[in-house]
């Protein structure tokens, strides 16, 4: 289901292309990006896990992400190759220089220790100074060459984990953290996307993800005119959520699509001083 999602969000950007004769660069940018995953992730094949239903369910009702760094099949191959990909991307859509990255995607041994590093939320600093890297840029690099074998692992795994019985900030697959959610057009319960392996997942209204706050006296949200857009921010923790709210909708939504689509709902929350928290993954004990 994840890999095909993006097969539409492809099949979505050149309509668009088509109709409009030229996109933004953002979305270009994310366009190459997604099709250089796509392409590599046609030649992944998921693992089913090691660990039996029992112990996944153990893992659940402690939570503890299912699928720990050993247990996530990588083919350093393929994703050196996408890697390097990836580095080609960023160097033709941005003023990053690509030496850097460049250097690292040929250095086997450094480029599988800094991916189990950002995996397991370590600093990256040793090879960003390294390899003269930006250790932002190191990190987002590494997320989307490991991306594609996120989402393919993920897609076995997801139906391990029984509805309603993970209620936490941070993904029951791989233990990254939301950089999106959405209200669902049943119930319009908050549901939370991943931002590593792009796993939905429930999760209460009244509750920030990253800090955990339940007060209802610092936790907001803005919404737009036409009621579909919503920012959530926690006063506590000075984080902030996007969510599309699916009830204001009949139209095709493509979640992982909405991130990019909603680049300027970021720099509102930048501009009124919260930040994304995303970037953390599960703390290291419940990994």
Same mark, same amino acid.
């Given at each position: ?7 539409? &969000? ?34 992944? &094949? ?9 112990? &996944? ?36 859509? %941005? ?67 029984? @509805? ?8 029951? &697959? ?24 792009? %796993? ?16 209802? @006296? ?43 689509? %909603? ?25």
């Amino acid at each position: 289901m994840l890999v095909q999602i993006n097969d539409r &969000i492809l099949e979505k950007i050149e309509e668009w292309r088509q109709r409009e004769g030229s996109l933004p660069e953002v979305i270009n940018f994310y366009g190459d990006l997604l099709r250089a995953q796509v392409e590599a992730g046609k030649h992944i &094949i998921p693992l089913q896990p090691e660990a039996t239903e029992a112990e &996944i369910a153990a893992r659940i009702r402690q939570g503890v992400p299912v699928l720990n760094w050993d247990a996530l099949p990588l083919d350093w191959s393929s994703f050196q190759n996408l890697f390097r990909s990836v580095a080609a991307i960023i160097a033709e859509h %941005t003023s990053s220089p690509p030496g850097g990255l460049h250097s690292l995607a040929g250095d086997i041994d450094s480029l599988k220790e800094a991916a189990r590093a950002w995996y397991e939320n370590s600093p990256l600093s040793q090879w960003a100074e390294r390899y003269g890297i930006d250790e932002q840029l190191l990190g987002s690099a590494i997320h989307c060459a490991i991306k594609p074998f996120l989402v393919a692992q993920a897609d076995t795994l997801i139906g391990l984990v029984p @509805e309603g019985q993970w209620r936490l900030g941070y993904c029951p &697959i791989c233990g990254g953290k939301p950089d999106f959610s959405f209200l669902d057009r049943e119930k319009g319960a908050r549901r939370l996307l991943c931002s590593r392996c792009d %796993t939905e997942w429930l999760f209460q209204r009244l509750e920030c993800p990253y800090c955990g706050n339940r007060d209802g @006296e610092k936790l907001k949200y803005f919404g737009d005119e036409e009621g579909l857009y919503r920012l959530y921010v926690c006063q506590r923790c000075n984080s902030y959520l996007k969510a599309i709210d699916l009830r204001q909708t009949e139209s095709e939504i493509l979640l992982p699509l909405e991130r990019v689509m %909603t680049a300027d709902m970021d720099r509102q929350g930048q501009e009124m001083g919260y930040r994304m928290e995303w970037g953390v993954a599960a703390p290291d004990d419940k990994r």
